[in-house]
């Protein structure tokens, strides 16, 4: 039997164990990826969704399509549960920075700086993270993961991308790259929007200078208002349901 791709399709994200909520998904069936047969009655901690690249890096035109093409035209994003790992005997809220400050922490070991309502972490070899608190805009949880400056690694693709941890509420997260504007140059054909991602650019462009990106706050307000735009997005296909 012939299925429409553009037919919405619902599946079931459960929470992480001991928590009575669940997120019910209504994307249209072409934007799911799975190795798994798509059926509705199967609860899942995760799941992955394809688009072309462009689509989370400035799309201010709001297109959300199918992809073409898969392999090197898509960009993932990963809506999950969110971790039931709990810090000491503190309240389990990850969608709140004061739980990653002290998953990042490290003991005294991690943080570099706050400055301007940001706090830059080490968080892993040639990694850093940058956790927004209270900037203008900003409505959801906002992770932002990069490459620092290296010498060893001037122009490599890994500094030209983005990894951003938002969060739906405090029981589900999600997962998605921006990109500089090198990596967009090869995008999938059903993408035709208008993209704005001179913030991303600017980003590079500070940090690869070896610049404090914790002083450039208009730089990381368009990270929260393409994050914004992204989640509204996102909530618009799908509903969190407690039981």
């Known amino acids: 039997m012939h299925q429409d791709p553009l037919s919405p399709v619902k599946v079931t994200l459960s929470a992480a164990k001991g928590i009575n909520s669940k997120l019910i998904l209504r994307f249209s069936r072409c934007i799911y990826y799975s190795h798994f047969p798509l059926e509705e009655n199967v609860y899942r901690s995760s799941m992955y969704l394809q688009f072309p690249k462009s689509t989370f890096s400035g799309n201010i035109q709001n297109q959300y399509v199918c992809p073409l093409q898969r392999d090197g035209f898509v960009i993932d994003l990963d809506i999950r549960q969110t971790s039931s790992f709990r810090l000491g005997d503190g309240p389990h809220h990850p969608d709140r920075n004061e739980y990653w400050a002290r998953y990042y922490d490290n003991n005294g070991q991690g943080l570099i700086a706050i400055k301007n309502n940001m706090r830059l972490y080490r968080s892993g070899p040639n990694k850093h993270t940058l956790l927004i608190d209270d900037l203008p805009h900003k409505k959801h949880g906002l992770i932002i993961h990069f490459t620092p400056y290296s010498p060893q690694l001037e122009g490599s693709g890994f500094t030209k991308v983005f990894d951003i941890e938002t969060f739906l509420s405090e029981n589900f997260e999600v997962h998605y790259s921006v990109f500089t504007s090198d990596y967009l140059t090869n995008d999938d054909a059903a993408f035709t929007a208008k993209v704005d991602n001179q913030f991303a650019n ?42």
């Open 202 to 243: 600017d980003f590079y462009q500070v940090v690869q200078g070896n610049q404090d990106i914790l002083d450039h706050p208009e730089i990381i307000e368009q990270f929260i208002i393409n994050n914004e735009r992204v989640v509204a997005y996102i909530k618009a296909n799908v509903e969190e349901v407690k039981y």
